[in-house]
């Protein structure tokens, strides 16, 4: 399993990954990490025929607080933001979800821009960024847009990123007063077959669910259960309302959906806790 | 193209196609060959090796994106006659059969311990799961990274 | 003191951990220069007519040959794969006309490097036109859709024993039900790989990764039409068979035509995804049990219908219902057996043998079986079997099946287990759960098996030992190891009986110019062949150093005495007369020192047995279950090495763990594979395991001097039902009574849904 041939472009820094993708359009994939990526180009399924690597481009990599939320620089590893002091401090459930991805050796290398971009709907820190109420930095030919996360994924391995657009940040406000993030698998290493992560902050809690639809999903209705004073078993009993999962080897969409209300329930007990 | 790699200490420089893995050149290209290849996906981590003393899934890794680096393979574990506390262990606990996932285990281990010097048998348990054997029950080579983790005390 | 049964280290792994093995594909051999690579283009439809177009390959850089079957239409059809199969059931060179499988080759492509070979399967043009498919063996048993046209039917073997008519005539209780084997992928971490060269002297040289190397060349010189001398068949390191490497494939057989045809040497490795569509596959029968007996739990009448999946092309699987036959009532004494099989080819990979081959799934069958009893008749599982089982005063004897049993301890090693277990008390935790409506439940599944190795006719195996004018010696052995450490054990074996220290024992195999002849390894054959016969072998060279030490002494054979502790021989009653081995060998031939051959006769197969007690834990919401304990005996009779042995039996017991919890090679109902690498294709890593606890017992065997069994298959044979009945039992109390394998979580949480409707 080899990737089709391509022509190689390597970017040490955001401007020059900008300038590639400006360069190149909608013949380019950027690779970070590569540990989505070239599994797909191996497989034949992604045949871009420039691949800019930006894996070196150190200005995209760190941790700092700015503000009321933590910055994270697009081109983090897992195994960084894993072991990140801050991130462990202020938000423990970010270096919990960092840490179950994949691997040690996929998250030696994949990084928190590459899997938000890759935008796979059975993906950890996306699903756990939605809940946190995370948002994106954007950086384009026409300058910067911040992008919510739950507005970011548009479709199955889709987003609102343009050909020439590069993730550079992620934004996640502080303040949480309590998360749970429940990942059900059979096997450590694998995808989630769903996950749900809950975030309890202001009075308000907000659920995602990783693998019950083409993008990571909001529970909205055990949301709006919850927003109405409904107690954490009723509001989990709505978790799959609105969703539409997948049946594949690993589980059907029924038990999917029992999956979810039943992971919805843990998380929130934690959230709560 | 053009690549400057530098494995186990030695810098090789080699002329290959953009789209090569970091297996292949290793193994194609250096001769390498105690690093293996045992899935397409990324899933059995036969072809683990170290990047920078991290250990990465050589399969999933272009040669290019790793010029510059540092990259040791089992090859490059020992020093001289003396093995690594990973290797010993894998003898001493007979925490290999067929001897094909070891390169990619004994490297994972590696990285574990160095994260990681007093893991618990959980912890090693988690630590490998990026690691497929099909011939141990992973009984013994977990036994193998405990002893590796006391020898290096 | 003896070194047999002492904990020696393998003397295979300082290989294994610095450098690496060398496998086929990291063969750097300069007979390789300038190898072909070749890639075989695989069918995408289960069953279709084919149009072939492979032009714009061949027109690409990089590019050698590109082979269809056309190019081989003047060569007769490989050999069927095994005797009692058909030739028209035989796999061709590569398919002309009519696809049978997703995976199927239809065209080999040869280019200067791997990479090329990518590039090219993708410009090669395939016109399908769909046939109707049959993926499940039941339809294929009807006969609508026949694959082979020429045989006429889709059965490619059936037989019959015992009388099912009436069987359970008389039977207070009988207890009913279909039982799924399901099938799995054998997936050794080493795919299939070759590499062959002809010599100037049109001598083939051919490595491959096979747990048989006299087999294969002996199928490549029949396939070829060449005599056996004609080819040197070689054996890299293996990187692990479990069966689906015991004979080698059409792929293999075909590098040589093509390397004869382009002129140069030929090397080929699959990709795991290729590996897990065409290598082939296990298990794969649909059961029906049925058991009859009194109330108060006396097994009386048992009978096994099995309808084996073949594949495509049958291969192995055609005959694993003979072994599963054989075994059928297990370590049960009962009376009564029916046993009634067919084995039918479907549009699926072909089935070969997988660790175990035939007897797993008869373990699996009775086992379940005796579980469903207990069940019936309210018994605890445990107690069921204790009254069942075959008593140690009735060895040797011959079940009803016609498996002449050499001996067994069986009631013995299920004591040991369940009190190594705890089982009283895991009961007890099991009622507390129960009771306190806890979500985590416990479940405590037992098997006792009886499997059979080195059968099912009594083998041979052949060995040479040469001791060297140096006084070390080399074992030549016939079987192949690729895993199970033969160069440490046949080296301890040599050791103890010549009184040489093991380091000085280096063991040769794998090499048919090396090498006389030879079974290889596999259906847990090896030591008690292999390695009794370089006991014999050992022994007979001592009988042939003494007389040669007399005539050095000019004393008589019978007072010649060999002195292990000093490594010669010495006269009775002087012991300053001595000559040492390396003298004795020297004496022999100067130059090659002494030669025994010899070839060891078994007087039949011998009979491992054990009792395993699986622990699991099911998350009663999620239904996930998950094994916290398995504790095991194992009895193959002496231990030789203990570092071995336990090996073996870890990593057969994940093995079996994991049939029965996580695998399952799954088609869709148009054939279409669904398990196509190892994300979708899940065996456990270490973080889905636990620690083994492994209970020693050795009941030695009468038909060899070592008294020993094979090790290689009982931990998967005994693992696999008794963690099935574990997950049964964890939510027996909610009403299930039978879940099939693999026990994913969703299967677990439908059973509970289903039992509480």
Not at chain 3, 209 to 223: E, L, V, Y
Not at chain 3, 681 to 700: N, R, W
Request: charged fraction near 20%; include cysteine.
């Amino acid at each position: 399993m080899i990737p089709a041939p391509f022509d190689y472009v390597r970017a040490d820094d955001a401007a020059a990954a900008l300038a590639a993708l400006g360069e190149h359009g909608d013949e380019a994939k950027l690779l970070a990490g590569g540990q989505s990526l070239l599994p797909l180009m191996k497989l034949r399924l992604a045949m871009p025929s420039v691949v800019v690597d930006v894996s070196h481009a150190t200005d995209l990599r760190y941790v700092r607080t700015d503000g009321d939320a933590l910055a994270i620089g697009a081109l983090t590893r897992h195994c960084d933001v894993a072991a990140d002091k801050t991130v462990r401090q202020e938000l423990p459930m970010l270096a919990h979800v960092a840490e179950l991805v994949g691997d040690p050796q996929v998250r030696h290398r994949g990084t928190i821009g590459g899997s938000v971009a890759h935008s796979d709907p059975s993906a950890d820190l996306p699903t756990a960024l939605v809940a946190l109420g995370a948002s994106y930095v954007v950086q384009g030919p026409s300058g910067e847009r911040v992008v919510p996360a739950d507005e970011f994924a548009t479709g199955f391995l889709e987003t609102v990123l343009e050909p020439d657009e590069l993730l550079t940040e992620v934004r996640v406000p502080l303040g949480v007063a309590g998360w749970g993030y429940e990942k059900f698998t059979r096997r450590a290493i694998d995808w989630a077959t769903v996950a749900v992560a809950a975030v309890r902050r202001d009075g308000e809690t907000r659920i995602a669910l990783a693998n019950m639809g083409p993008t990571v999903l909001r529970a909205a209705a055990a949301e709006r259960a919850l927003a109405t004073g409904a107690g954490t078993a009723d509001a989990a009993g709505s978790a799959d309302e609105e969703t539409e999962p997948g049946n594949d080897v690993t589980a059907s969409s029924d038990y999917r959906r029992h999956l979810a209300r039943v992971l919805t329930g843990r998380a929130l007990a934690a959230a709560s806790a | 193209m053009k690549l400057s790699l530098t494995v186990n200490g030695t810098q090789h420089d080699i002329d290959v196609e953009p789209r090569t893995l970091l297996v292949h050149a290793l193994r194609d290209t250096l001769d390498l060959t105690a690093t293996n290849i045992g899935c397409d996906t990324t899933s059995c981590g036969a072809c683990t090796v170290l990047v920078d003393g991290e250990s990465v899934k050589s399969c999933t890794v272009l040669a290019a994106s790793v010029a510059g680096q540092s990259v040791t393979t089992m090859e490059g574990l020992a020093q001289g006659d003396t093995w690594h506390a990973v290797q010993q262990g894998f003898r001493d606990c007979h925490g290999l059969q067929c001897g094909f996932c070891t390169p990619g285990m004994v490297m994972a281990a590696v990285s574990l311990l160095a994260e990681n010097p007093k893991p618990t048998a959980d912890d090693v348990r988690h630590g490998l799961e990026g690691n497929l054997c099909r011939c141990t029950g992973y009984h013994n080579i977990v036994a193998a990274v405990l002893s590796a983790a006391e020898a290096s005390k | 003191m003896s070194i047999l049964g002492t904990r020696v280290l393998r003397v295979e792994d300082p290989k294994f951990l610095t450098t690496g093995g060398v496998y086929a594909d990291d063969l750097r051999d300069p007979r390789l220069a300038g190898a072909g690579h070749v890639t075989y283009v695989r069918s995408v439809m289960a069953h279709a007519r084919i149009t072939v177009d492979a032009q714009a390959a061949r027109e690409l850089p990089g590019v050698i040959a590109v082979f269809t079957a056309d190019d081989f239409a003047d060569l007769d059809p490989p050999p069927p794969p095994m005797p009692f199969i058909a030739p028209a059931l035989a796999r061709p060179w590569l398919t002309k006309d009519v696809v049978r499988y997703v995976g199927e080759p239809i065209a080999a492509i040869v280019t200067e490097d791997r990479y090329a070979g990518e590039d090219a399967a993708e410009m090669v043009s395939i016109d399908y036109e769909p046939l109707p498919v049959v993926v499940d063996p039941r339809a294929a048993a009807t006969d609508e859709v026949v694959l082979h046209p020429a045989h006429g039917s889709n059965t490619a073997l059936a037989f019959e024993t015992g009388q099912l008519e009436g069987l359970f005539d008389g039977c207070e209780v009988v207890v009913r039900r279909e039982i799924t084997n399901q099938r799995v992928a054998p997936v050794p971490l080493e795919v299939r790989s070759a590499a062959c060269a002809w010599g100037d002297d049109d001598r083939l040289t051919f490595w491959a990764s096979t747990q048989s190397p006299h087999g294969a060349r002996d199928f490549i010189a029949g396939a070829l039409k060449l005599d056996k001398d004609k080819v040197h068949f070689i054996t890299p390191d293996v990187g692990g068979g479990f069966g689906a490497k015991f004979s080698v494939s059409v792929e293999d057989l075909l590098l040589a035509v093509m390397a004869q045809r382009v002129g140069r040497p030929m090397r080929w490795v699959e990709t795991r995804t290729e590996n897990l569509l065409g290598m082939g596959h296990g298990r794969a029968q649909l059961q029906t049990v049925t058991i009859g007996g009194s109330r108060d739990g006396k097994i009386e009448a048992y009978s096994l219908e099995v309808l084996q999946d073949t594949g495509a092309y049958p291969h192995f699987g055609a005959v694993l219902p003979f072994m599963t036959q054989m075994m059928a009532t297990g370590v049960y004494d009962i009376p009564k057996l029916a046993v009634r099989t067919r084995s039918v080819a479907t549009n699926t990979a072909p089935v070969l043998a997988y660790r175990g081959a035939g007897r797993p799934e008869a373990t699996a069958a009775i086992e379940r079986a005796m579980d469903l009893f207990a069940a019936e008749i309210d018994l605890d599982p445990a107690e069921l079997r204790q009254r069942n089982l075959l008593p140690p005063e009735r060895f040797p004897l011959t079940t009803p099946a016609g498996a002449n049993y050499d001996s067994g301890e069986y009631a013995k090693a299920l004591q040991a287990v369940l009190s190594a277990a705890g089982y009283d008390d895991l009961r007890a935790e099991q009622r507390r759960r129960r009771e306190s409506g806890d979500r985590k439940a416990l479940g405590i599944g037992v098997s006792v098996y009886v499997e059979i190795t080195a059968g099912p006719e009594a083998g041979e195996e052949f060995a040479r030992v040469n001791v060297k004018p140096d006084g070390s010696v080399v074992v030549y052995t016939g079987t192949s190891p690729h895993g199970q450490g033969h160069s440490t054990s046949f080296a301890m074996i040599a050791a103890e009986e010549l009184g040489v220290p093991v380091e000085r024992v280096t063991v040769v195999h794998g090499d048919t110019d090396l090498v006389a002849r030879g079974g290889g390894t596999g259906g847990s054959r090896s030591l008690q062949l292999g390695g009794s016969a370089v006991h014999k072998g050992s022994l007979e060279t001592v009988e042939k150093a003494r007389d040669l030490a007399a005539d050095m002494f000019e004393a008589a054979a019978g007072d010649v005495v060999l002195d292990k502790a000093r490594g010669g021989f010495s006269v009775t009653g002087s012991p300053d007369e001595f000559r040492s081995w390396a003298e004795v060998a020297a004496d022999a031939d100067a130059e090659h020192g002494l030669i025994v051959d010899t070839d060891f006769q078994a007087e039949g197969a011998t009979f491992p047995f054990g009792a395993h007690v699986a622990v699991v834990e099911v998350d009663l919401d999620t239904g996930q279950p998950r094994l916290i304990r398995h504790v095991t005996v194992d009895d193959a009779g002496p231990v030789l090495n203990p570092v071995i042995v336990e090996g073996q039996r870890h990593g057969g017991i994940a093995q079996g763990v994991s049939q029965a919890l996580f695998e399952e090679v799954l088609y869709d109902a148009d054939g279409n594979p669904q398990t196509t690498n190892l994300a979708d294709y899940a065996f456990p890593s270490a973080a889905e395991l636990p620690d083994f606890d492994l209970v020693e017992m050795a009941t030695p065997s009468p038909l060899n001097p070592l008294g020993v069994k094979g090790i290689g298959e009982a931990g998967t044979i005994g693992a696999t039902p008794a963690v099935q009945n574990a997950v049964v039992d964890a939510v027996a109390h909610l009403g299930v009574q039978h879940i099939e394998m693999p026990t994913t979580s969703e299967r677990v949480w439908r059973a509970i849904r289903e039992a509480s409707s």
